[in-house]
C-alpha cells in the first residue's frame, strides 16, 4: 500500500464536528476498499462488512432497531462491543437498499460511530425509490492515482515534495518529465502504480489491464435496463477507447447504428460507473460559468493507462521525450483532464472546455478553470506562443489577464500580447505541475 492523498481528506472528515456518514464514490477497482482498510489504522476499533456476502447483507434485512443491528454487526466481525474509537465500513452497500435506510440512523442515534459505505454505480443498482437519506450523508470521490502519488509508490518522495511545493530545480526537469512521461504510459490504476513501482515490468501489467476491462464488461449486465442497452454499453467499452479526449457525435458514435437516445443512455449510465465523462463546452469569457449541452462534447476515460492500452498506442508513448508529439496531441489532453478532476474529491468536480460562439468559427481551448471570480483558458500545446490563436481570441474578450499553457518545458512567466494590444500573463507550466494549477494559481495571482 503506498499513501494515497485522500487519506488526508477522510481525518478531516473523521475530525468534522457534525460528521455525517461518508459515501465515498468511484470506479470498480481505484482503490476504495484498500484506501479504507488503510484508513482503519486510525481507528481501535474496525468493523468490516462486504454485503456481497449474504450473511453480512442478511444484518440489514430487518426490522429490528439500530442498536440491535449493530449489536449483530460487532458478532458477526468478531469484535468486542466497547466504547472506543470504531469505524464501520459497509463495502458494496448497493446490494442492500436498508442498509442504505439505516444510514441515517447511524448519523441520528450512534453519532459516535464512524461509518464509511461504499458501492459501484449506486445510482442505478438501486431500487428507484430508495435513495441516500438526504442531508444525513456525505460524499467524497477517489479517483485513479495523481503523479504525486506515482512518485510517492516509486519512492521518488524528495521529488514528489518538490513537485507538490512547487520547487523543482530547473536542473532536474528531464528527469521529472521522464517520471511523468512513464505515469502517462502506465496511468493511475492503483494496482498497475502498484505492481509497477515493484517489477519494472510494462509488458506484465497488460495482463491487469485486461483484468480490468474484463471486470468492467462483465459488470453490463448490472448497469444495463435491457438488452439494446447493454449492447450500446458494450459497444463504447470496445471501441470508445480511440476516442479519447476527442468530441464526439452520441448517435451512431464510433460507426455504430444506435441512436442518439439509445447511446446517450448508455454512456450516462457509463458516467454514473465514473468510467468516463462527457465534457461539454462553454462560450462564456466570464462567470457565470455555463455549459452548452447542445454542442459536441469531448470524452475524457477514466484512466490514460487504460485508453493507452485498449487504443493500442503504447509503443507510440514509450520512450517519447514530449507526450504533445504523440497521437496529435490527445493524450496529452486526456493525461491533464486525468489530472485536474483528480485535484480535489468533489464529486461536482467536472471538466469543461471552451469554443467561440460564431457561426463557422473553429476557435477551441481545451479546459476554463473557474478561479474566484474569473474563467481561465487553459491549453495543452507546445510552441510558440502567436500559434496559440484561440487563447488569444479568448483573452481578448475577458476580464482579466491571466492564461495557462501545459508544455513539456520548465515553468515560465510570459508577457504576451493580443492583436489588439492588449498585454497577458501566460503561465507555462509543465506537465507534473498539471495537478497543481489553483495552487500555481494561489501563488502568483
Not at 448490472?222 to 447493454?230: D, I, L
Not at 454542442?295 to 476515460?301: A, C, N, Q, S, T
Request: net charge neutral; hydrophobic share 40%; glycine share 6%.
Amino acid at each position: 500500500m503506498f499513501e494515497r492523498n485522500i487519506i488526508k481528506q477522510l481525518r478531516i472528515w473523521a475530525g468534522g464536528l457534525n460528521r455525517k456518514p461518508l459515501v465515498l464514490r468511484g470506479a470498480r477497482q481505484v482503490g476504495k476498499t484498500t484506501l479504507i482498510n488503510e484508513f482503519s489504522k486510525d481507528f481501535d476499533t474496525y468493523l468490516y462488512l462486504n454485503l456481497e456476502i449474504s450473511q453480512a447483507k442478511e444484518l440489514f434485512e430487518t426490522e429490528k432497531g439500530i442498536e440491535e443491528i449493530l449489536s449483530g454487526i460487532y458478532l458477526y466481525c468478531n469484535k468486542p462491543k466497547t466504547n472506543n474509537k470504531t469505524l464501520l465500513f459497509i463495502d458494496e452497500i448497493q446490494n442492500s437498499t436498508k442498509a442504505i435506510m439505516q444510514l441515517r440512523y447511524f448519523y441520528e442515534q450512534i453519532p459516535e460511530l464512524y461509518v464509511i459505505a461504499a458501492g459501484s454505480l449506486l445510482e442505478s443498482l438501486i431500487d428507484t425509490h430508495i435513495s441516500f437519506p438526504v442531508g444525513r450523508v456525505e460524499y467524497m470521490a477517489i479517483r485513479p492515482c495523481t503523479f504525486d502519488e506515482f512518485l510517492g509508490a516509486m519512492g521518488e518522495t524528495e521529488i514528489k515534495k518538490a513537485v507538490v511545493e512547487l520547487s523543482v530545480p530547473e536542473v532536474i526537469h528531464n528527469k521529472i518529465s521522464d517520471l511523468f512521461n512513464t505515469y502517462t504510459l502506465i496511468g493511475g490504476m492503483p494496482e498497475v502504480v502498484s505492481f509497477y513501482s515493484k517489477y519494472k515490468d510494462l509488458v506484465a501489467i497488460n495482463n491487469i489491464y485486461e483484468s480490468l476491462l474484463f471486470g468492467y464488461k462483465e459488470d453490463v449486465e448490472k448497469y444495463a435496463r435491457n438488452q439494446t442497452m447493454a449492447h450500446a454499453i458494450r459497444y463504447i467499452l470496445d471501441e470508445g477507447w480511440s476516442f479519447a479526449a476527442q468530441r464526439i457525435t452520441i448517435g451512431s458514435f464510433a460507426g455504430s447504428s444506435y441512436k442518439a437516445r439509445e447511446m446517450g443512455e448508455a454512456f450516462r449510465t457509463l458516467e454514473k460507473a465514473m468510467l468516463l465523462e462527457l465534457t461539454y463546452p462553454t462560450t462564456n469569457y466570464m462567470l457565470p460559468l455555463v455549459t452548452n449541452h447542445k454542442r459536441k462534447p469531448k470524452l475524457f476515460w477514466l484512466d490514460t493507462g487504460l485508453v493507452n492500452y485498449s487504443a493500442n498506442i503504447q509503443r507510440e508513448i514509450f520512450g517519447t521525450k514530449d507526450i504533445t508529439d504523440i497521437w496529435r496531441g490527445l493524450i496529452a489532453e486526456q493525461i491533464v483532464a486525468q489530472e485536474l478532476l483528480a485535484a480535489n474529491t468533489k464529486l461536482s468536480n467536472k471538466r469543461i472546455f471552451w469554443v467561440r460562439d460564431k457561426k463557422g468559427a473553429d476557435s477551441e481551448i481545451d479546459f476554463i478553470i473557474q478561479y474566484e471570480n474569473m474563467l481561465i483558458p487553459l491549453e495543452v500545446k507546445s510552441g510558440h506562443n502567436s500559434k496559440l490563436k484561440s487563447l488569444h481570441i479568448f483573452m481578448e474578450n475577458t476580464n482579466h489577464s491571466t492564461a495557462i499553457r501545459i508544455w513539456n518545458n520548465p515553468f515560465s512567466i510570459d508577457k504576451v500580447k493580443t492583436q489588439s494590444g492588449k498585454e497577458f500573463n501566460l503561465y507555462n507550466v509543465p506537465f507534473y505541475y498539471a495537478g497543481n494549477i489553483n495552487k500555481i494559481l494561489k501563488t502568483h495571482l
